[in-house]
């Protein structure tokens, strides 16, 4: 009986623990994913950096969407995928001059997170709760994800 209650105690908690690690990078994700994916009414076009420097980017935007403006300075994440004197193509956050990356490249970097959570519950799943074919296809996924993203960007 206590083995019972002991293993049934583990599954419950492990299973929270993958269940809000998950989670965790779908809420991490999804501050940037929304704005790339859903770009109804918001402002798309380009940036040219021209200017990197404390752990962000910028230059002008040019507008490529209807109702879009032209800016003289928009901020862009910096990052590996960012590089001063090229062109990215772009939607601003609503209400400022943040940008993030659209495109396929956008999207997959903007889920990279959901990737790491991916691989981190995959190590839960397979040792707290002892199910290694989920684990596999957790790794995989969140692998994939990343491999994905590194090689669009």
Not at 53 to 79: N, Q
């Amino acid at each position: 009986m206590p083995s019972a209650v002991v293993s049934f105690g583990r599954v419950l908690v492990m299973g929270t623990v993958a269940v809000l690690v998950l989670i965790a990078g779908v809420w991490a994700s999804w501050g940037s994913a929304q704005h790339v994916m859903l770009t109804k009414g918001r402002e798309r076009g380009t940036v040219e950096v021209t200017r990197c420097g404390g752990g962000t980017c910028a230059g002008p935007f040019t507008p490529g969407s209807v109702g879009a403006r032209a800016r003289a300075r928009v901020v862009l994440e910096d990052s590996v995928a960012v590089a001063q004197g090229r062109s990215y193509p772009v939607v601003l956050k609503p209400g400022g001059d943040e940008a993030v990356r659209s495109g396929a490249a956008g999207v997959l970097y903007a889920w990279v997170p959901l990737g790491g959570a991916l691989l981190l519950a995959s190590v839960v799943v397979a040792g707290g709760l002892r199910r290694t074919r989920a684990a596999w296809v957790l790794a995989g996924a969140g692998a994939v994800l990343v491999t994905a993203a590194f090689v669009a960007v």
